[in-house]
């Protein structure tokens, strides 16, 4: 039976808890407790009882049987011991705030008065627990059992969780209801503040504070009330109301030996302090108004004196319905309100006072605004003329000037010039002639002693100060007006010109004013200045500008110039349906000349080659220097080869006319090349690509000639050729670029070194990938020039770094094959090293399997000497070659690099993870430093960090950068280096231009 009980209770407990979670109000949640009780603990009947106003439990809500009798009026307990219907269970579990039980309950003399009733329902045991509010009993929770000894102190205890679980509900109910009051007050706070702000009469701002108070606060009333002059009683200055016509009949007194003076209104005005009551209706002091109260369903009310200074001027009231509570922070909130309202009451008082001061200040004001305004006018206007228009105009809205002048002096003119005039008596002005020199009648106004003294020079009464019949003492009489002030426009000490302002008022330049002014003429002055310096810029630009598009060295336009000229050249042959030809020069022996008899001769000699050039051909024609020794030409309207031919054969007859050259006698040559538009070309890029292609013809077939470009000749030889040709410039022409990639320790996440990694931006201005300029480079023995110069890049760069201030780390650098085997390949080693001045431990430098398996010998030779320098070696691409375990051992090698395919599909090839997982064994077997390449996902990573590869660089960490770009990673010298994260950059490996 008990273990049946305890289950009952637990599914009443849990019942409960949901109602609470779901109750919205009290009454929702003294209603849903009961039902859960009842209908989920199976109790044969439940009520809540509340205390109230007059010391009785009464039922507010209930479930089961029982409850009507509960809910009888006058069946009600009392709280008080000492009442014979006070010693029943929940008069005794609310005074002591602990649960009373009964299990016989029909035989227990505490419960004689309710046998008849427990007897009809059943009830044969009860218990009563405390329900409470902040820790204090506010009712009881009542339950009733069909069964005798029903109840054990487990039983008991979960009926207390019941009430507990109820109370904790109410005291939410409290601070949330707390919460959303203070939220409105607040509101209503700054409503009210808002409304004092805007009011412009005590009547406006009263009624503008009570209805900010009731719209925001929603309260169901608030009225302010003022004494009635010569009487005790108030009268109703201002309201807003839920129920207008009540507030209004509302009536009370000051004086305390009446009842209406004795009210919460008479009391707050009498002692200057607020009174507050959340149970109006029980109010002793609101009984002369009770059936108003009850009209309106006032629950509580606050009322607060309002201040004049330190005197009490009236009263303001708050009213507000069921479910509201007065607390300290609402009280101090409301008290806030009534503050303001009487500060905005001071102020309302003090209104006259300040007008007459804001009066005083109002042409300060004006000449703020107005120095607002030039300052304004100062950062929009584009030319001088638009800034002394302005200028004038914003100080004649705002000082309230009749005129404002600005004159500039001139170095030829003892007059000033008059540049801008504004006002009402703009027309008077514009002529004024006005001089800096005092022999002119016109030099001896407050202009021309400002000029010469550099000061301001105020006028307050022209007529006092200037003579009777004197120059300005007629033109002021004249035009009515009455004082003038004049301000120099100082630059470096001198007068460049002066503001004058005029005014029809005397006394109007009183000091502050002239202060104003002078900042004013300053920041005038300071624009001039800066348009000086935007004039200087202006020219400065146009030289930049001028050099961009053209060559320094022989003033023709360079290639950037070029290429936009052949663009309209295109244009305008495409519109026009004609024909244009291409030249592309190039001068056979430059270098000898250039480099036996110095530089200063080559660029004679090319500044003369230029001026032919020009003077060779027709004015529409373009000459344009794309660098070195190579000139273009475009020909336009062009009516076939022929007219070509001829002009080639002139410029070849002309070019190679001797020169003297620090005293020699020279002779050059050149070579050139044609290509036709549209039979060649019809676009930029085709057009020079073809003529360069035939210009590198006649270089083969001899040099100092001409060829046309024909289509017989564009086969692959060709194209092979043009590449070739632009790969021989492309390091003259500096279009060989290195990105470089990080290489993170997969322990610490720091940045161990970087591998350089070349790049080339061909002359179209497209990248080529490496299949397409690699195998040239090594077929035709270009990239040993290339590589040495990687080599010294590398280094060089990797130096720079350092003396940014950035932590040394590791520069790889891939070797070639062809680099691999040239002679001098130590030599250039010591050169990067010695030039760069970088230590040979930072250099790394990186062969693959098959280039020291082909002359095993000699690759030892060769690495031993770079091993001998201190630097460090590493075999990249390891695992795709042939190499043996047992030559392996004879090479000084510090570092093996899985080469990528064996890390790509690492996360799921079984074949390539024991590739990898080998490779890794391998090398620490052998004490080797461990490198995985293209290492683009997290869960590579993983596999690699699990199977101790010491580093990797891929794109999970960093895509190839720019310098500054590492620059931007690498951590400064003393501080540790932060893991990198993954690269949002998508870009394949496969787009790098590495020599690998």
């Known amino acids: 039976m008990l273990r049946t009980n305890l289950a009952r209770m637990f599914g009443a407990l849990s019942a409960t808890n949901e109602a609470i979670l779901r109750a919205k109000s009290e009454d929702e949640l003294f209603q849903r407790v009961c039902d859960a009780a009842v ?205 207008p016509e009540i507030t209004a009949s509302l009536r009370f007194s000051c004086d305390p030996s009446i009842p209406q003076g004795q009210g919460m209104g008479g009391t707050a005005f009498r002692t200057g302090k607020p009174c507050l009551s959340n149970d109006v209706p029980n109010d002793p002091r609101s009984r002369p108004w009770l059936p108003l109260v009850e009209k309106a369903g006032l629950a509580a009310c606050a009322v607060f004196p309002l201040f004049a200074g330190a005197r009490t001027v009236g009263v303001m009231y708050f009213f507000f319905g069921g479910g509201d509570r007065l607390d300290d922070e609402m009280t101090a909130l409301m008290g806030r309100i009534v503050e303001n309202v009487s500060f905005g009451l001071d102020g309302l008082t003090q209104e006259a006072e300040r007008s007459a001061a804001e009066r005083q200040k109002e042409r300060i004001a004006r000449l703020l605004a107005a120095l607002g305004a030039t300052n304004e006018a100062i950062m929009r206007a584009t030319t001088r003329e638009e800034l002394f228009r302005r200028v004038c105009e914003a100080a004649v809205l705002g000082g309230d000037f009749s005129s404002t002048v600005i004159a500039l002096a001139h170095p030829d003119n003892e007059f000033l010039k008059v540049v801008a005039a504004a006002g009402p008596r703009r027309d008077q002005v514009i002529d004024l002639r006005l001089s800096a020199h005092a022999h002119h009648p016109e030099g001896q106004g407050v202009t021309g002693i400002a000029m010469r003294t550099r000061k301001a020079c105020i006028s307050n009464d022209y007529l006092a100060d200037f003579p009777v019949n004197s120059h300005f003492y007629n033109r002021a009489r004249d035009r009515a007006t009455m004082s003038g002030a004049a301000l120099p426009l100082m630059r470096g000490g001198e007068a460049l010109g002066a503001l004058l302002f005029l005014s029809r008022e005397r006394n109007a330049f009183t000091p502050e004013l002239t202060e104003l002014l002078q900042r004013l003429a300053d920041n005038v002055a300071f624009a001039l200045e800066n348009f000086e310096r935007a004039d200087a810029k202006t020219i400065a630009d146009q030289r930049i500008e001028y050099l961009a598009s053209h060559d320094s060295l022989t003033d023709l336009p360079n290639r950037e110039s070029f290429n936009q000229l052949l663009h309209f050249a295109i244009e305008s042959a495409r519109r026009q349906d004609r024909q244009l030809a291409v030249l592309f020069i190039d001068l056979d022996r430059f270098k000898v000349i250039n480099d036996s008899l110095g530089h200063d001769a080559g660029d004679r000699l090319l500044t003369e080659i230029g001026a032919r050039l020009r003077r060779s051909v027709r004015a529409c024609d373009v ?8 000139f273009v030409l475009i020909l336009e309207d062009v009516s076939g080869r022929e007219d070509v031919e001829g002009v080639a054969r002139d410029l070849l007859r002309i070019l190679s006319e001797p020169i003297q050259l620090s005293g020699h006698e020279c002779n050059v040559t050149a070579s050139i090349g044609v290509a036709i538009y549209p039979a060649d070309g019809t676009d930029i890029q085709t057009l020079t690509a073809n003529a360069d292609t035939a210009m590198y013809l006649v270089k083969g077939d001899g040099k100092d000639g001409f060829r046309f470009f024909t289509r017989d000749t564009r086969t692959q030889p060709i194209e092979r050729l043009t590449m070739e040709t632009n790969l021989r410039h492309a390091l003259e022409r500096n279009e060989l670029l290195l990105h470089y990639q990080p290489k993170i320790d997969l322990n610490t996440g720091e940045i161990t070194g970087v591998e350089a990694l070349l790049r080339w931006r061909a002359p179209d201005g497209a990248m080529l990938p490496p299949c397409e300029f690699i195998p040239l480079a090594e077929e035709t023995g270009l990239i040993v020039p290339i590589g040495r110069w990687v080599l010294r890049e590398a280094c060089a760069q990797n130096m720079m770094w350092q003396r940014q201030g950035m932590r040394p780390v590791s520069m790889a650098v891939n070797l070639s094959p062809r680099q691999f085997v040239d002679e001098r390949l130590l030599q ?120 101790g590869c010491d580093e990797m660089q891929g794109y999970l960490f960093s895509k190839p950068l720019p310098p500054g770009g590492i620059a931007d990673l690498l951590p400064p010298l003393h501080a540790a280096s932060p893991p990198l994260q993954p690269g949002a950059d998508g870009e394949s490996k496969a787009a790098e231009l590495a020599i690998d």
């Open 828 to 947: 250039d080693i010591d050169a990067a090293l010695a030039i760069s001045g970088m230590p040979p431990d930072l250099l790394q430098l990186e062969v693959t399997e098959s280039m020291v398996m082909q002359n095993v010998a000699r690759a030892v030779r060769v690495l031993d000497g770079i091993e001998g320098r201190g630097i460090h070696i590493a075999i990249d691409d390891f695992g795709t070659g042939h190499s043996s375990m047992s030559l392996m051992k004879q090479f000084p090698i510090d570092t093996i690099k899985i080469d990528r395919s064996f890390v790509r599909d690492l996360a799921d090839d079984m074949e390539d993870q024991a590739i990898a997982q080998a490779i890794i064994s391998m090398g620490k077997a052998l004490g080797m430093t461990v490198v995985a390449e293209g290492v683009e996902t997290i869960e590579q990573q993983a596999f690699l960090r699990r199977h």
């Open 623 to 630: 000459v344009a220097r794309l660098g070195g020794d190579e």
């Open 39 to 243: 209908f989920g603990g199976k109790f044969l009947g439940t009520g809540m009882l509340l205390a109230d106003g007059n010391g009785r439990l009464r039922c507010v809500a209930g479930a089961g049987l029982g409850v009507d009798t509960l809910k009888n009026a006058d069946n009600a307990s009392s709280v008080h011991a000492d009442s014979d219907d006070g010693t029943g269970l929940a008069p005794s579990a609310y005074r002591a705030g602990r649960s009373f039980v009964s299990n016989d309950y029909i035989n227990d003399e505490r419960t004689k008065r309710w046998h008849t009733q427990a007897r009809q329902i059943g009830a044969r045991s009860a218990a009563a627990v405390p329900i409470k509010r902040h820790g204090k009993p506010i009712g009881v929770l009542l339950f009733y059992l069909e069964q005798p000894d029903a109840l054990n102190d487990e039983t008991v205890g979960l009926l207390e969780r019941m009430a507990e679980n109820a109370s904790f509900a109410l005291d939410n109910f409290d601070r949330d209801n707390a919460t959303a009051r203070i939220t409105r007050m607040f509101a209503a706070l700054t409503a009210t503040n808002e409304a004092i702000m805007r009011a412009r009469s005590e009547d406006e701002m009263f009624t503008r504070v009570c209805e900010a108070a009731v719209d925001q606060g929603k309260l169901l009333g608030a009225a302010i009330f003022l004494p009635e002059p010569d009487t005790t009683w108030f009268r109703l200055a201002a309201q807003a109301s839920v129920y």
